[in-house]
T-cell receptor, first 111, second 113 residues
Framework: GQQVMQIPQYQHVQEGEDFTTYCNSSTTLSNIQWYKQRPGGHPVFLIQ?????EVKKQKRLTFQFGEAKKNSSLHITATQTTDVGTYFC???????????FGKGTKLTVNP | DVKVTQSSRYLVKRTGEKVFLECVQDMDHENMFWYRQDPGLGLRLIYFSYDVKMKEKGDIPEGYSVSREKKERFSLILESASTNQTSMYLC????????????FGPGTRLLVL
């Protein structure tokens, strides 16, 4: 089926370093959503991007949607230990009615 | 706030048992979903439902069935549990609007012995 690819699968950083996860689709996405799952928890919605080239910020988190609406990124500036968890992107490739999740990027932060 | 609850946080069953996982949401959402989550494989969609008594297969429906008799409740059934169904099961719901976000339950960690 349609896939949304997410890289890297794992990322380990020192506290204070930046972190970025990338999401790509071979077909246009009608929108892109980002979720965060804390260890032992469940995915929680962070944000949705809809427009081509859209950029949104939430404190130290910056979300981008590519001009072609085929890729997206989540960037965290100066990571903190509270940022640990798995970050998922999700989108609807090729107009699919189903939301397709990336496999997630697991972030660990060394204090 | 939307609340999605799942009947059990942890469950241990034996191979061949019939297993019922229940999910209830309190926001009158039309759409409900069942996923399983395994390390390195992300979230995989098992079944979903856009309305009462309606169901659609997701990406990995084999070995599972679902039931949606009431709008707020979506049940996942493992007809004959097998060890490869040991996993974390997550239920989610969303409104009927396009581009809707999904709200997840706390998950059920199922161990099949």
């Amino acid at each position: 089926g349609q896939q949304v690819m997410q890289i890297p699968q794992y990322q380990h950083v020192q506290e204070g370093e930046d972190f970025t996860t990338y999401c790509n689709s071979s077909t246009t996405l009608s929108n892109i959503q980002w979720y965060k799952q804390r260890p032992g928890g469940h995915p929680v919605f962070l944000i949705q991007l809809v427009k081509s080239g859209e950029v949104k910020k939430q404190k130290r988190l910056t979300f981008q949607f590519g001009e072609a609406k085929k890729n997206s990124s989540l960037h965290i500036t100066a990571t903190q230990t509270t940022d640990v968890g798995t970050y998922f992107c999700a989108g609807r490739p090729g107009g699919s009615e189903k939301l397709v999740f990336g496999k997630g990027t697991k972030l660990t932060v060394n204090p | 706030d939307v609340k999605v609850t799942q009947s059990s946080r942890y469950l241990v069953k034996r191979t061949g048992e019939k297993v019922f996982l229940e999910c209830v949401q309190d926001m009158d959402h039309e759409n409900m979903f069942w996923y399983r989550q395994d390390p390195g494989l992300g979230l995989r969609l098992i079944y979903f439902s856009y309305d009462v008594k309606m169901k659609e297969k997701g990406d990995i429906p084999e070995g599972y069935s679902v039931s949606r008799e009431k709008k707020e409740r979506f049940s996942l059934i493992l007809e004959s549990a097998s060890t490869n169904q040991t996993s974390m099961y997550l239920c989610a719901s969303s409104s009927g609007a396009i581009r809707e976000t999904q709200y997840f339950g706390p998950g059920t960690r199922l161990l099949v012995l």
